[in-house]
C-alpha cells in the first residue's frame, strides 16, 4: 500500500519540486532584470537580510528598489499570471470553447468598470471597495455575456461575439464614468491602468493577490476531475455524477473572483487566460488534473517574463504589460483560430 | 435494477413534451423503446435519469425516489449514452473512457489499477482497445458512439440508458453492439430507430405524442396496425426460418391504401 502510495506520489512530487525551481528562478530573474541591473549575488543578500535577519552588506538603494519594488512587483505579476491562466482553463471547460479567456468574454472590461465607478465615483473606496467593485463588474458582464450567447443561439462564434458586445458596452460606461467624473489627471492614470501595468504595485498588493490566485488554485484542482467530466457538456457530466450547478457557480466564482481582483491591481491583461492554457494542453494534455497546475505555473512564469520585458522593451520607458502580452497573444489567438477552422 | 415511473411528465414553454407516462423497468430486461421522430424518447430518457429540472411525477431506482439521490449516487447506478455528445477538447478515446469512472473517485484520488482493469475491459468490450490512444476528433461518427457506449461500461451501472444507440454505426457494429447489450448482465433501457432491432428486445414502449401509448413484449405490442398508425408505414411481417423470428419488410402506406 505504501508503495503504491510511493509510485503515485512520486511524479507528483518531482513535479511539483520541478515547478517550485522553475518559479523561484523566474521570481529571482524577475527581481533581478531591470533598468538597473542588480547582480545575482546582491538580490540573494537582500532576500536573506529581509527573510531571516542575515545582515549582509549591501547598498541600501539597491536594497530599497530590490525590496519596495521590484519583488512585489514580480509577486504580484506572478499571482495574476496564474490567476488569469486558470480563468482561462475554467472558462474554457465551462462554456466548452477554445476561445473562451476573461479578456474576450468582457469580464476583464467589467471589471474594469466596476473598479473606476468604485474610484471615480467614491463608492467605498480601498483596495478592499475597488476589487468589491470590480467582483461586481466582473459578474454582471459575465452574466450578461452569456445570456446574450445563449439568447443568440449558444454556438461558439455567438459566444465571442457576445464577448465583443460586452467588452465594447463595458469599455463605453468606463470611459462615460471617466470623461464625467474625472479630473484630467486622475483620467490619464486610469487610463494607464486600464492596459495592464504593474508599477504601482507595493506589498499590500502581495497580501490581496498571493491569497486569492491560491484560493482559486485549490478550487480549480479540487475539482479539476469535475471540468473533465464537462468534456462531452453538462448533461453529460450531471450523468457522471458531478453536481452541475453547484460545480459551476463554485468555478465562476472562482473565475470572477481571481479576475476582478487582478483587475483592480493591475488593469486588465488580455490574452494570458487564451494562450497559456492552449500551449499546456500541448505539453500536458487536456485532462485537468494536469492542465490545472501547469497553466497556473506556466501562467505566472509568462507575466514575470512579460513584466521584465515591458521594463527593458525601450529604455527609459515602461511599455504597458497588457501591450506586451498582447503582442505574443494575438498572434496566439490567431494560430488557436486556424487551429479550430481544421478540426471542425 | 428496478426503475419505477409514476405519472411522469415534462412542460416546456407552456409545451408538454412528455405527458403521464407511468412505466416498470424490471431488473434484468432489456427495454426498447420505439416512436417516430419528435416523439418524446429523449426527454423520457432524461426523465428516467434525472437530468431534467422540475418534472412532474415521480421516478423510483430500487424504491427510493431519485429527488432523493445525489447525482452521484444515481451515476453510480445508472449510465446514460445521450445522442451525439461531442467534444472540443483534446482526449485521446482512453482519456474519455476513463471519464466513466468519474463517480466512483473522490476529488483528489488518481485512478487506480482495478480502475484502470475496468477501463481496459470496457475498450475491448466495444472493440477499441487498439484505439486507446487514438485522439477524440481523428474518430468517425460510429467510432464516437463506441467510445460513449464504453465510458458508460466503464461507470459499471446497475441500468444502462442509450439513447439510439445504434445510429452512427455500421451493420456490424450495430449487430455487435446489440449483442453486446443483450450478454450484459445489466437492465437496459434504449431508444431504437429500428423496429427489426426493438423485436430482440425483452419488451418495448412505444411512444407518441410524448405519450407511453403501448407497452409489452415486442410480439404483442409492434402489430402492423399499430405500426401503421404510429409509423405511417405499413409492413409485412416476414419469418427467417433459421430460427422463426419476426422480421418487419416497410412500405409505404400510400402503396396500400
Ligand atoms: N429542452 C427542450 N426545449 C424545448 N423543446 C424540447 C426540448 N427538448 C425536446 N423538445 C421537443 O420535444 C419534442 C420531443 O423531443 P425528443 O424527446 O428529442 O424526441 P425523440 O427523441 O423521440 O425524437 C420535440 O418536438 C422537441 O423539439
Ligand atoms: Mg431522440
Redesign the pocket.
Known amino acids: 500500500m505504501t508503495a503504491l502510495a510511493a509510485s503515485y506520489l512520486r511524479p507528483v512530487t518531482l513535479w511539483g519540486v520541478a515547478g517550485a525551481v522553475t518559479l523561484t528562478l523566474a521570481i529571482l530573474g524577475g527581481v533581478a532584470i531591470g533598468e538597473t541591473p542588480l547582480p545575482f549575488d546582491t538580490v540573494l543578500k537582500v532576500l536573506a537580510n529581509h527573510l531571516w535577519g542575515a545582515g549582509h552588506d549591501v547598498d541600501a538603494i539597491d536594497a530599497g528598489i530590490l525590496w519596495s519594488y521590484r519583488l512585489p512587483r514580480t509577486l504580484v505579476a506572478a499571482a495574476c499570471g496564474a490567476g488569469l491562466a486558470l480563468s482561462g482553463v475554467v472558462l474554457q471547460s465551462l462554456v466548452r470553447n477554445a476561445l473562451a479567456d476573461p479578456y474576450l468574454l468582457g469580464v476583464s472590461a467589467g471589471a474594469g468598470t466596476g473598479a473606476v465607478a468604485v474610484t471615480v465615483l467614491g463608492l467605498g473606496g480601498g483596495m478592499i471597495g475597488m476589487s468589491a467593485g470590480a467582483f461586481a463588474g466582473a459578474s454582471l458582464s459575465f452574466a450578461i455575456v452569456v445570456l446574450l450567447a445563449r439568447a443568440a443561439g449558444g454556438g461558439s462564434a455567438q459566444l465571442v461575439l457576445a464577448g465583443i458586445a460586452g467588452s465594447q458596452l463595458f469599455n463605453a460606461l468606463t470611459s462615460f464614468l471617466i470623461t464625467k467624473s474625472a479630473n484630467a489627471e486622475q483620467a490619464r492614470g486610469i487610463m494607464y491602468w486600464l492596459l495592464g501595468n504593474l508599477s504601482g504595485v507595493r506589498w499590500p498588493d502581495v497580501t490581496l493577490a498571493i491569497p486569492v490566485t491560491l484560493s482559486g488554485l485549490v478550487v480549480c484542482v479540487w475539482l479539476a476531475r469535475a471540468m473533465d467530466a464537462f468534456a462531452f457538456g453538462a448533461a453529460s457530466a450531471a450523468s457522471l455524477g458531478i453536481a452541475v450547478r453547484r460545480v459551476q457557480i463554485a468555478l465562476i466564482g472562482a473565475t470572477t473572483v481571481m479576475t476582478a481582483t487582478m483587475v483592480s491591481l493591475v488593469g486588465s491583461i488580455g490574452f494570458v487566460g487564451l494562450v497559456i492554457p492552449h500551449a499546456m494542453r500541448f505539453v500536458v494534455g487536456a485532462r485537468h488534473g494536469r492542465l490545472v497546475p501547469a497553466s497556473a505555473l506556466a501562467g505566472a512564469v509568462f507575466l514575470i517574463v512579460a513584466d521584465v520585458t515591458s521594463r527593458i522593451l525601450i529604455p527609459g520607458q515602461v511599455v504597458p504589460i497588457g501591450v506586451v502580452t498582447a503582442l505574443v497573444g494575438a498572434p496566439g489567438f490567431a494560430a488557436i483560430l486556424i487551429r479550430n477552422r481544421r478540426r471542425a | 435494477m428496478k426503475l419505477h415511473a409514476h405519472n411522469l411528465g415534462w412542460t ?2 407552456g ?1 408538454t ?1 412528455v405527458d403521464d407516462v407511468t412505466l416498470d423497468i424490471l431488473p434484468g430486461e432489456t427495454f426498447g423503446l420505439v ?1 417516430p ?7 423520457l430518457l432524461r426523465l428516467l435519469t434525472g437530468l431534467l429540472p422540475r418534472p412532474a411525477g415521480r421516478v423510483h431506482l430500487e424504491g427510493v425516489p431519485l429527488e432523493s439521490m445525489s447525482r452521484r449516487d444515481i451515476a453510480q447506478r445508472i449510465a446514460f449514452v445521450e445522442q451525439m455528445a461531442d467534444t472540443s477538447e483534446a482526449l485521446r478515446v482512453r482519456d474519455a473512457v476513463e471519464l466513466g469512472r468519474t463517480p466512483w473517485l473522490s476529488a483528489l484520488t488518481p485512478l487506480g489499477p482495478e480502475d484502470r482493469r475496468i477501463v481496459t475491459e470496457a475498450l475491448e468490450a466495444t472493440g477499441l482497445a487498439h484505439m486507446a490512444g487514438h485522439s477524440w476528433s481523428t474518430l468517425s461518427g460510429g467510432e464516437r458512439q463506441r467510445v460513449h457506449i464504453a465510458r458508460a461500461l466503464a461507470q459499471r451501472p446497475r441500468l444502462l440508458v442509450l439513447d439510439e444507440p445504434t445510429n452512427h454505426l455500421d451493420i456490424h457494429h450495430q449487430l455487435s453492439l446489440l449483442r453486446l447489450v443483450s450478454m450484459l448482465s445489466v437492465t437496459v433501457v434504449m ?1 431504437l430507430h429500428d423496429l427489426n432491432q426493438a423485436m430482440g428486445c425483452d419488451r418495448v414502449g412505444v ?1 407518441e405524442n410524448g405519450r407511453l401509448i403501448a407497452c409489452g413484449p415486442p410480439a404483442e405490442v409492434l402489430t402492423p396496425a399499430r405500426i401503421a398508425a404510429i409509423f405511417r408505414v405499413h409492413v409485412t411481417p416476414l419469418r427467417d426460418p433459421d430460427d422463426n423470428a419476426t422480421l418487419f419488410r416497410f412500405h409505404c402506406l400510400e402503396d396500400h391504401s
Not at chain 2, 37 to 43: D, L, V
Open positions: 416546456t414553454r409545451k413534451i416512436g421522430n419528435g416523439s418524446g424518447k429523449s426527454t431508444a411512444m
